[in-house]
DNA sequence: GTGAAAGCGCTAACAC
DNA sequence: GTGTTAGCGCTTTCAC
């Protein structure tokens, strides 16, 4: 079976004692050159690694933090684990990916399971589903660092990273309605969402700065963001079978973006334009096409982790907690 | 400071010794059911939970597994990884993902972080621009079960599972010379992976069939799976200036997919018709279109990991090997 | 400057 | 049926 070398290995081979080797290991400074040479030298030509397993134990700390997203398959989403990962290796800590597929459940689960794999500290945005919050704030208390982007929980006092939303769904809004559009519909992600109440602010700006009344029936909901088998295209065609068939529609996430051109497309309502989030690396090629507006997820994932490694590293309890909102881009068709 | 109850905490306050505690927890026959009752109760209330960190020092596993794909944000990938997931959360083993982003270095240590974390195997689809073994095979020496997919170490004994790539290009290629092309290019991966090779047999073979002569200009490979900027784009626009300008282009990669159809429509050369493998889920919204060759991800994510899950639980040592070869599934557009 | 020993949380041989 | 003890690999007091 697998069996790495230890350090009583090196101890033994050295004839020294593991707490010198573990010293030279670390470059204690108790230790002269000489062994501290002898040590590095053999433990490189063997090519020792620590067991972060023991250390993990030893420390009551992984060096390890949890993200919990909704599914990597979301670009937008796989954008900000590089992020996440790029500044995590840098300052020497790994990830473990977890994905809540927007379910409640697997969210409860997941979080559970990174806490107990002592990861610490967790980057998470919401499960489309959740509304019950019990299962982070609890491990929020017991002292576990939690950072929040996307996805937010408002009423949790911690950092968070969020893209500017509101400006973000203001300035779909307006290009459709400088498009010629009046009948603007909004397709949007589960009702308690962060995401969702801002990115409705900003579209309903919108249409008040342009004297165009904003109507609830011209609104719908995912509950399940998407996840959910034709859940997408359903809430499409209750927007098709209105009276007043809309002219254009913001769609509020990448996922949503997707099934919304989907069905426009199946159901033959290519004339109505469509502008969403989306982060998309091929948006060019899609027909209908989507004018989109992104967001920095890589900064946001790159932000997000730079706060809670300075939590996890602060020597005293943090107090003062910070929201940062990144600009998004918009990119217009033509 | 975050910090959980411990077996040693339930002794105490039921008074009595860890090691009690510890197999009434397990469900140790030799206990008495009136105080495997007490501790259960008790360890239910306190939602006390084993720490896994210090069953993987005492065991030396972790029920854990590592994943290495080239990047989550490929859909084939995030597909396999739901599959993996799916029967890795059933056998109780928790899965790790790493992303080479088809780096050779990237999968070097990736491969390396995972051993160290204790992960009891690995499961692995290699990197576009890995042509060295020894990482792998280092770690395969030692005893760690390892498990490939779709992009296979053809030379190491080991269970393996892969797609019929060979098949799944020569439809590809077949429908195409069906749609009357003769000049078929090839938009290959890096030459030294598996899939790539397979899929150029597909490919020779379609042509042979219908008489039409292999020719080598018509060939292009990405060294670094497309990852690299321009890479596609620069073997695109070479094949588009060829003298003898292709009328039709077979893909062998998802991201290949993606970049040959943006190359096309920036070039103007909507003409060209696409076959390719790509497991995309929107591939209907594309234009130019792409007629897709769909492998079964998931399916072959749980193969891998029942494969996997069998080395790791097998009594003794495995000395059969298995390669496992998937059907795939055809999409024309029209 | 180096070694012996305790302890992180858990399990399992070995008492009793 | 339950307790004692040693040990997984490592760090870190405390001796010397």
């Known amino acids: 079976m697998f069996k790495p070398v230890t350090i009583k290995d090196i101890a033994k081979e050295l004839k020294l004692s593991t707490s010198t080797v573990s010293r030279a290991l670390r470059g204690g400074y108790e230790i002269s050159d000489e062994t501290k040479k002898l040590v590095l030298d053999y433990a490189e030509k063997?090519?020792?690694?620590?067991?972060?397993?023991?250390?993990?134990?030893?420390?009551?700390?992984?060096?390890?933090?949890?993200?919990?997203?909704?599914?990597?398959?979301?670009?937008?989403?796989?954008?900000?684990?590089?992020?996440?990962?790029?500044?995590?290796?840098?300052?020497?800590?790994n990830t473990i990916i977890s994905q809540s597929h927007d379910k409640y459940e697997r969210e409860v689960i997941n979080m559970e399971h990174l806490a107990n794999r002592s990861v610490d500290g967790i980057i998470i945005?919401?499960?489309?589903?959740?509304?019950?919050?019990?299962?982070?704030?609890?491990?929020?208390?017991?002292?576990?660092?939690?950072?929040?982007?996307?996805?937010?929980?408002?009423?949790?006092?911690?950092?968070?990273?969020?893209?500017?939303?509101?400006?973000?769904?203001?300035?779909?809004?307006?290009?459709?309605?400088?498009?010629?559009?009046?009948?603007?519909?909004?397709?949007?992600?589960?009702?308690?969402?962060?995401?969702?109440?801002?990115?409705?602010?900003?579209?309903?700006?919108?249409?008040?700065?342009?004297?165009i009344p904003f109507k609830k029936e011209y609104v719908r909901y995912c509950e399940h963001g998407g996840s959910m088998k034709d859940e997408v295209e359903q809430a499409m065609i209750s927007l098709l079978n209105l009276p007043e068939k809309p002219d254009a529609i913001f769609v509020a996430s990448d996922r949503l973006s997707m099934g919304c051109l989907a069905a426009l497309k199946k159901h033959h309502s290519e004339n109505?334009?469509?502008?969403?989030?989306?982060?998309?690396?091929?948006?060019?090629?899609?027909?209908?096409?989507?004018?989109?507006?992104?967001?920095?997820?890589?900064?946001?994932?790159?932000?997000?982790?730079?706060?809670?490694?300075?939590?996890?590293?602060?020597?005293?309890?943090?107090?003062?907690?910070?929201?940062?909102?990144?600009?998004?881009t918009f990119s217009p068709i033509a």
């Not at 620590?50 to 992984?62: D, F, G």
């Open 46 to 93: 063997i090519n020792f690694k620590r067991n972060p397993i023991a250390l993990s134990l030893k420390e009551r700390r992984s060096y390890s933090i949890g993200i919990v997203v909704c599914e990597v398959a979301n670009v937008f989403f796989s954008q900000a684990i590089d992020g996440i990962e790029s500044i995590a290796y840098s300052k020497g800590y």
């Open 125 to 211: 945005s919401l499960a489309a589903e959740t509304k019950n919050y019990e299962h982070i704030e609890k491990l929020h208390k017991q002292g576990l660092p939690i950072v929040f982007f996307d996805r937010i929980l408002e009423s949790m006092q911690t950092h968070k990273v969020t893209s500017n939303n509101v400006k973000g769904a203001f300035e779909a809004t307006e290009y459709l309605i400088k498009k010629g559009c009046k009948k603007i519909a909004h397709l949007a992600n589960s009702e308690q969402l962060s995401i969702t109440a801002q990115r409705q602010i900003g579209y309903k700006d919108a249409l008040t700065k342009h004297h």
């Open 272 to 328: 109505i334009i469509v502008a969403g989030f989306s982060n998309s690396d091929v948006v060019e090629l899609f027909s209908p096409s989507l004018s989109c507006v992104r967001q920095p997820a890589f900064e946001m994932g790159q932000i997000a982790t730079e706060m809670l490694i300075s939590i996890i590293e602060a020597k005293y309890p943090v107090e003062e907690f910070e929201t940062r909102i990144l600009d998004t």
